[in-house]
Nanobody
Framework: QVQLVESGGGLVQAGGSLRLSCVASGRTFSRYGMAWFRQAPGKEREFTAAISYISATSYADSVKGRFTISRDNAKNTVYLQMNSLTPEDTAVYFC??????????????????WGQGTQVTVSS
């Protein structure tokens, strides 16, 4: 059974930074792509960033140039470094596992495991 545990969320002022972490267990981490999705109040869950098993990365246009996704296979961990945060980035951020493509922009249906989410709140 795959387990994903996110951490690193919190309250930050606009212009600030946060780094989210997601530790995975229950499968061979290095064989699967990982992603971050986010869900703001009253909105649908949306793709934020992904990293394939060969570490090809992709980003939503809204975060490109501000967010960086990375992975450490030795630690079974995927990260999301978020810089220049704005109130529009306020959401619950979810880690996802199970993507098998080499590259591209995945949808939520490409993932079979999800974390519980971590809240990110950006104040103006």
């Amino acid at each position: 059974q795959v387990q994903l545990v996110e951490s690193g969320g919190g309250l930050v002022q606009a212009g600030g930074s946060l780094r989210l972490s997601c530790v995975a267990s229950g499968r061979t981490f290095s064989r699967y792509g990982m992603a971050w999705f986010r869900q703001a109040p009253g909105k649908e869950r949306e793709f934020t960033a992904a990293i394939s098993y060969i570490s090809a990365t992709s980003y939503a246009d809204s975060v490109k140039g501000r967010f960086t996704i990375s992975r450490d296979n030795a630690k079974n961990t995927v990260y999301l470094q978020m810089n220049s945060l704005t109130p529009e980035d306020t959401a619950v951020y979810f880690c996802a596992s199970g993507w098998t493509a080499v590259a591209g922009i995945p949808s939520s249906r490409h993932f079979d495991s999800w974390g519980q989410g971590t809240q990110v709140t950006v104040s103006s």
